[in-house]
């Protein structure tokens, strides 16, 4: 089932040129109600797959976009190792290059870091049809501009991602959680003060009623920590954490808009109607909210936090936050660096470019 | 290009426009002024920049940026000049841009655990101004003392503790920088992401050719507990090799994981006398991080796996004095092999570490190949390489023969799958070795992506990048087996 299909996808891309025809480029279809809508002609990659590379004492995979993510976190868990930022998958059919190409971190980010924070080297097709390598296999590299980390999160409209290469870690050797019954505020002040002293945590979820708090690490660490925090412990923590990571907690079964605001993790409660969720120990709050964008996005933006429109609602407006005038002019001069003809994922992330 | 050696066309324009924007003590022009900012830690390039501009204030550096912008005068950034490629190495016919005044810490964030600084502040000083309230700035690039954050940003700078704790770029998460033509733009902030592509990822290790950083916004980690470290000897490279890979492998992600072959282990000892047993091939330093228990549970665990792999001998810091003082060798390795010869040549390639016995054994016979002696420093747990060159620059031919040696190294290293810079940059000095590593397409990207931010060519120009046709030079007197690289364009 694994196959390379660079040659072909690159020939596509160089038809493309030619004709001027837009790409629509289509992993495995699990996010895309994610980003704006796009029209062009589909590009699909989910035949490109297969594991290249994988070395478990070196802490790096490489495999091909198409490769389904549960395929790669199988691999990795024979070998006690995972994938670090924890990606959700939002369906069975999410691949290794809609992951990237989305840059969504599930509730390890804070703690172990984001999907750009792992990414280690790229191969690419530009919106020439040129064939790319950025980066490595290696953990430390320099050499050039950091294309592969700006890969991540671009939504395909810089390049067509062929091969990537991660750096992982080794699963933890034990995780626990425990619930705290407790105030919107008195959850950020305990987050606050578990995070200035050295807390193995690699998870907090805060409801409205209940924090939850992972600790990940050897058996002693966590237990020792247990002692040190309270709490009550989770008997089914991991199905918690996959169900908040996956959107499957009933708070997300719902089809109002669903805003994602990113915000300094200290931020107090939000001033804002509706329902909502805080993730990622206080810097990601999901907010279920009909209002006004300018109304959600004015608040937060007086935090210092930005605001996605992340599922639901209308898909052609401004999903993400909009940019400053400098910000957006620079966007679109990097877009015409990688893709001069227009023709990869048009409009999936700003309406402009 | 470099060999454009040109002067600056109308130097009493520009001063008489810089008088404007600055006091008079902070415009250089005259030679002796001039001569400290002649180069940056790599001192085998020097060149006089043509003005040196000591701004204190984010508006003045827009308005000189501006004015450089409007004369076309091209502007090279710099920081405390300890960058090793020399990529601070000053134009002739351009402005020194020092940001050695700006030494503010602006915001000390205990609830959200950040720190906001200007770009001269010291990498040490970050990790001092927080240790009252238990946190620390992790990266940890042996220049810490002096090296500044700004130049750390540009140059997405390491350190011994890089395993675990990540480099620069997983360490900050907002910037402040101003793009050539004076546009202040903000990347990141106290979030943990921004919207649109991640210029802030883009901004680390871009060597001052996309925009002057002003202003960093850094992320502060509380103390670990405990730190303790295990030092083991190798009677052979292999072995130690062995045992790193054996230590990840068990699932242990190290504080610090550090290798010295025996030359460079024998420089130390002399050095500072850190108590290395001298007659090992090979020492390997292991730090392990945590609460107090853990640490010792995995410091058994590490004891058991090094002797497994053949140490001849594993030795725990037997307190917070030994550990420093095990470290401070390692620190120290680089002017203790500096005392070994007149000069000494640093390289900075990463390889898969799986590599790493053949890599030496490689390197040791082109140093017999040059007649020149090296140390080999080694990050081992990310698998970068520092062979140290030992030469005479007062020797006729030798800093050439050094060159071309460590030339030689840095493409061993992209064959066995690694690149060229892990954390000094490509600079001035490796422009070569990047028509190696990248293909003509890949350096036509990273022009196209410069020219996004900077159409004019006015920031930091001929560093980091080179030109096709140097390629094309360099491939006509470089053939590698019978390939001639970049066949496409035409030779000189």
């Keep these: ?353 | 290009m470099l060999t454009a050696q040109t002067a600056l066309l109308d130097k009493q324009a520009l001063l008489a426009a810089l008088s404007e924007i600055l006091p008079a003590q902070s415009v250089l022009e005259r030679d002796e002024d001039l001569r400290p900012y002649e180069c940056d830690g790599l001192t085998a390039y020097r060149a006089l920049p043509g003005v040196v501009c000591l701004p204190e204030t984010v508006a003045q550096v827009q308005k000189i940026l501006r004015l450089c912008h409007s004369m076309h005068i091209p502007v090279v950034a710099r920081g405390a000049g300890t960058g090793l490629s020399g990529g601070a190495l000053p134009l002739p016919d351009g402005v020194l841009l020092s940001l050695a005044k700006f030494t503010r810490t602006l915001e000390i964030d205990l609830h959200n655990r950040v720190a906001r600084v200007e770009p001269g502040v010291r990498n040490l000083a970050i990790s001092q101004a927080v240790a009252p309230y238990g946190l620390y700035y992790a990266p940890d690039p042996s220049s810490q003392i002096a090296c500044t954050i700004g130049g750390n940003v540009a140059e997405n700078s390491g350190g011994v503790h890089c395993l675990k704790y990540g480099l620069t770029v997983h360490n900050v998460v907002g910037l402040k920088i101003l793009t050539m033509d004076g546009e202040l733009l903000e990347l990141g902030g106290k979030t943990l992401d921004a919207p649109g592509y991640d210029l802030l990822a883009l901004l680390h290790g871009s060597e001052g050719l996309l925009g002057v950083i002003v202003e960093v916004t850094v992320k502060l980690l509380p103390k670990p507990e405990r730190a303790q470290v295990v030092l083991a000897a190798f009677s052979d490279v292999a072995s130690a090799g062995e045992a790193v890979a054996a230590i990840i492998a068990a699932g242990i992600i190290p504080a610090g994981l550090e290798m010295m072959d025996r030359l460079a282990t024998r420089a130390a000892e002399d050095f500072v006398h850190a108590g290395y047993p001298a007659d090992a091939a090979a020492l390997l330093l292991c730090e392990l991080d945590g609460v107090n228990e853990e640490v010792s549970e995995r410091i058994f665990e590490v004891r058991q796996l090094l002797l497994k792999a053949g140490a001849t001998e594993v030795r725990t810091a037997k307190d917070e004095i030994e550990r420093l003082k095990f470290w401070a060798g390692r620190k120290a390795a680089f002017p203790a092999v500096g005392r070994l010869a007149p000069d000494y040549y640093c390289m900075d390639g990463t390889i898969p570490r799986a590599r790493l016995s053949e890599v030496l054994t490689r390197i040791a016979g082109l140093s017999e190949t040059y007649n020149l002696p090296v140390a080999n420093v080694f990050h081992a747990g990310d698998g970068n390489l520092h062979p140290l060159i030992l030469y005479d620059a007062n020797k006729p031919g030798e800093l050439a023969r050094a060159e071309e040696f460590g030339g030689e190294i840095l493409e061993l290293c992209v064959a066995v799958g690694g690149t060229i810079t892990g954390e000094h940059g490509v600079g001035v000095e490796k422009l070569n070795q990047m028509c190696v590593q990248f293909n003509s397409t890949e350096l036509a990207q990273f022009h196209a992506l410069k020219d996004a931010f900077d159409p004019k060519h006015l920031l930091n120009p001929g560093k980091a990048v080179p030109t096709l046709h140097r390629c094309a030079e360099f491939g006509a007197l470089h053939v590698h087996k019978g390939r001639l690289p970049f066949p496409e364009l035409e030779r000189f």
């Design chain 1, 1 to 353: 089932m694994d196959a390379d299909c660079g040659t072909q996808l690159q020939a596509t891309v160089q038809e493309a040129v030619a004709t001027k025809t837009v790409l629509r480029i289509q992993g495995g279809g699990s996010k895309n109600f994610y980003g704006r809508v796009s029209s062009g002609k589909p590009l699909e990659l989910h035949k490109h797959r297969g594991i290249l590379n994988y070395q478990p004492s070196e802490l790096i995979i490489t495999a091909r976009s198409g490769t389904p993510l549960a395929e790669i976190e199988t691999a990795l868990a024979e070998h006690g190792q995972m994938l670090p930022f924890e990606p959700p998958h939002f369906g069975p059919s999410a691949t290794l290059g809609g992951t990237i190409a989305c840059g969504i971190s599930g509730p390890r980010r804070p703690y172990t870091g984001a999907v750009r924070d792992f990414v280690l080297g790229i191969k690419i097709i530009n919106g020439k049809g040129e064939l790319l390598k950025f980066g490595g296999e290696v953990m430390k590299n320099v050499a050039g501009f950091d294309v592969s980390r700006l890969m991540v999160g671009s939504l395909g409209t810089l390049g067509i991602l062929l091969d990537i290469s991660l750096k992982i870690l080794p699963k933890p050797q034990s995780e626990l959680t425990l619930a705290f019954q407790t105030s919107p505020r008195q959850a950020i002040t305990l987050l606050t003060d578990w995070n200035s002293c050295p807390v193995p945590l690699s998870a907090a979820c805060y409801d409205g009623e209940q924090l939850r708090v992972r600790l990940s690490g050897s058996d002693t660490e966590v237990r020792v920590t247990r002692q040190k925090i309270g709490g009550t412990e989770e008997p089914d923590g991991s199905t918690f954490w996959e169900r908040m990571r996956e959107h499957r907690h009933d708070f997300f079964n719902d089809t109002a808009p669903l805003w994602r605001l990113s915000v300094p993790p200290a931020t107090a409660p939000l001033n804002l109607p509706g329902q909502w969720i805080m993730d990622w120990g206080g810097a990601q709050r999901w907010l279920k909210n009909p209002l006004p964008a300018e109304v959600i996005r004015e608040t937060v933006v007086r935090l210092g936090g930005h605001a996605t429109l992340f599922r639901n609602g209308p898909r052609n407006g401004q999903v993400f936050h909009p940019l400053p005038p400098a910000l957006l002019i620079l966007h679109k001069r990097l877009k015409s660096a990688f893709d001069p003809h227009g023709i990869l994922n048009r409009g999936r992330l700003y309406a402009e470019f």
